[in-house]
């Protein structure tokens, strides 16, 4: 269920919008913002709200990368996985961050401290490589300074 | 030198406040054009100022304005959208001009809408533009309290209405009748050109879809005029560009120069030349779906017409180079997979293709791939090229494929033969 906070958030979406499916990606963020990702009872009761069937909602939530249909962990990190990052070492930072953190790309910490996930690129090439822990962008990576990054996440 | 686009921007990285913004002349051209002009006058000014899309394509934009249905009896609401999706890889313009002017990309909006007889202006922007997309947000709200946008504009009797849409991932998003099912609510897969987005665009309606730089280009068109506007390129496409370099370069970044800039000055004078121990092999010069150049093309001056004599394209100007300490294979390789993933997966060529070159390219970088996979290669490139898929996307893979292949043919032959790669340490 919904909670009153997320249901005033997507109708404040709705209201936005021209039509009511205009608001779907938004909708799944509002609920993504409270719980970190977006479950199929989410699914059963936006997609009422936004006059969509369940499965026309599921289709577009999980067509996007950065709509998560499964538990992630409390920060996630988006490590820049394209060609000038790949070029400034890519694959060491990753390394770096499977070893450091003991999961695989696309896995949670036991913790649920982090999820790693690998994206396309960040849009800030020029100062590869680069990554995302959250809504922050960190760039000019190297070994410690991906740990002092880490560090800051509790 | 004249920059109109980055020229009043702040050096401390934070955005041009409304304030400022007007104090450098801002929203003059706005109240200019909608004192003086007809929209048909805007129009004209933007045809002959031969501005070209800064999307990646370079597609005249006087020419598509002029496919807009106009007068009173055609389909409303008439929607004007901004491209800011931003995501080809190796491009980090559209960021800059997002986050350190708002106000310039609104006040082209407003013109470009009031051009066409827009009701309503989306701008799309990616999730990942977290900085853009507060100081977007603001600045909407800001122009709105000013009356630069919403009802009866400076009391011109012209309004526009306009919306922030935050995208959610992945890079089809960009491509523009992808982009308008998305805003629709809708998976972004493309649809079927014709009809052009100006015939029936979002929720059926006329709607003209451009890219974040071409309109930030708009207000110095009609502020100074078309002439003044050409005379700041070195060529005839008219206007600066913002170029970036990325890669082992001294001084990576994004710089606005005059249009026709050469790739040699770019790489040399602003991006300060390769790192020291490394030499420069080739580059990207637009963005991951351009063909690879060479050393021997770096004179030639960057614009979209100039471009072709490279085999190349112009693409979105933001270079991505290639020392020849990075494997090129694995670079290609690197590259497929983006496109693979990123793939939509309406069509099959590219939905099935992709990931097979994938396969491919990456047994060939293991040392387990034999010469007979590079005619395969070959023949996938054309398979996946233009006019056998629905949308740019598989075409564009194939432009740094297809290049490598050409230029780089050496370095794949010589993984197949030493089995590994000889870009990797070890003996
Ligand atoms: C796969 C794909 C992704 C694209 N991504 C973008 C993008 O992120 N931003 C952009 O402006 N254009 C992008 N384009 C080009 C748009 O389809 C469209 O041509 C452009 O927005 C038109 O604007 P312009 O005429 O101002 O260049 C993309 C095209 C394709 C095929
Ligand atoms: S070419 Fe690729 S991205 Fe474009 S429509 Fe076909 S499957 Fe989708
Ligand atoms: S390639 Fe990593 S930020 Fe662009």
Redesign the interface.
């Given at each position: 269920m919904l909670t009153e906070e997320e249901k005033k958030e997507v109708e404040e979406e709705l209201r936005k919008n021209e039509r009511k499916k205009a608001a779907a990606v938004e909708a799944l963020k509002v609920v993504q913002r409270h719980r970190g990702w977006v479950s199929q009872d989410d699914i059963d009761e936006l997609s009422e709200a936004l006059d969509m069937t369940p499965d026309e909602l599921d289709a577009v939530a999980t067509f996007y990368s950065l709509i998560f249909r499964k538990p992630v962990g409390r920060h996630v990190i988006l490590i820049c996985d394209s060609v000038s990052c790949w070029i400034m070492e890519y694959e060491r930072m990753l390394q770096h961050l499977t070893s450091r953190l003991g999961i695989r790309p696309g896995e949670t910490t036991s913790d649920g401290r982090f999820t790693l996930l690998p994206v396309a690129c960040l849009g800030a090439c020029d100062r590869a490589p680069a990554m995302m822990v959250g809504e922050t962008l960190y760039t000019d990576l190297a070994p410690e300074k991906i740990d002092e990054i880490l560090d800051k996440y509790k | 030198m004249d920059k109109p686009l980055t020229g009043a921007m702040r050096s401390d990285g934070q955005a041009l406040s409304l304030k400022e913004y007007e104090d450098a002349g801002g929203y003059s051209a706005l109240r200019k054009a909608l004192k003086g002009m007809t929209p048909h006058e805007v129009l004209e000014e933007v045809k002959k100022s031969n501005l070209r899309g800064r999307g990646g394509a370079g597609f005249p934009t006087g020419l598509k304005w002029s496919f807009m249905p106009m007068g009173a009896d055609v389909a409303r609401p008439k929607y004007l959208v901004c491209n800011a999706d931003?995501?080809?890889?190796?491009?980090?313009k559209?960021?800059l001009l997002l986050e350190g002017n708002p106000h310039l990309l609104l006040e082209g909006m407003v013109l470009s809408g009031f051009a066409l007889d827009a009701d309503?202006a989306y701008i799309f922007l990616?999730?990942?533009?977290?900085?853009a997309a507060e100081r977007l947000e603001r600045a909407i709200e800001e122009a709105y309290q000013s009356n630069y946008l919403g009802k009866n504009i400076l009391g011109s009797g012209y309004s526009l209405d306009m919306?922030l849409?935050?995208?959610?991932?992945?890079?089809i998003c960009g491509e523009e009748t992808a982009l308008l099912n998305?805003?629709?609510?809708?998976?972004?897969v493309p649809r079927s050109k014709p009809p052009h987005p100006q015939v029936s665009g979002l929720?059926g309606k006329p709607t003209v879809v451009n890219n974040a730089e071409t309109y930030c280009n708009v207000p110095h068109i009609i502020g100074n005029g078309a002439d003044w506007y050409k005379g700041l390129s070195r060529t005839d496409e008219g206007g600066t560009k913002l170029y970036?370099?990325?890669?082992?370069v001294k001084r990576?970044?994004?710089w606005e120069l005059p249009m026709g800039t050469t790739m040699r000055e770019l790489l040399e004078e602003h991006g300060g030349g390769m790192r020291d121990g490394y030499k420069f092999r080739g580059a990207?010069p637009g963005g991951?779906s351009t063909d690879f150049i060479l050393e021997e093309h770096l004179d030639v001056r960057m614009d979209f017409e100039s471009m072709q004599k490279t085999g190349s394209r112009m693409g979105t100007g933001?270079m991505?180079?290639?020392?020849d300490k990075?494997c090129p294979v694995?670079?290609v390789l690197?590259?497929q997979?983006?496109f693979a993933?990123?793939s939509c997966g309406w069509c099959t060529p590219c939905r099935e293709g992709l990931p097979w070159i994938v396969k491919m390219l990456d047994a060939i970088e293991r040392g387990e791939g034999g010469m007979e996979d590079l005619e395969i290669l070959q023949q996938q490139t054309r398979l996946l090229g233009p006019g056998n898929t629905f949308c740019a996307l598989a075409p564009g893979a194939m432009e740094p494929l297809q290049s490598a292949l050409k230029y780089f043919k050496a370095d794949f032959e010589k993984h197949i033969r030493e089995r590994r790669c000889p870009y990797k340490g070890g003996v």
């Open positions: - | 931003e995501m080809e890889p190796g491009t980090f559209d960021r309503i990616r999730w990942e533009y977290r900085v919306r849409h935050v995208s959610a991932g992945r890079y998305a805003l629709e609510g809708k998976r972004a929720w970036g370099v990325s890669g082992r990576p970044g994004a990207l991951a933001t991505i180079v290639l020392d990075t694995g670079m690197n590259l997979t983006f993933r990123e």
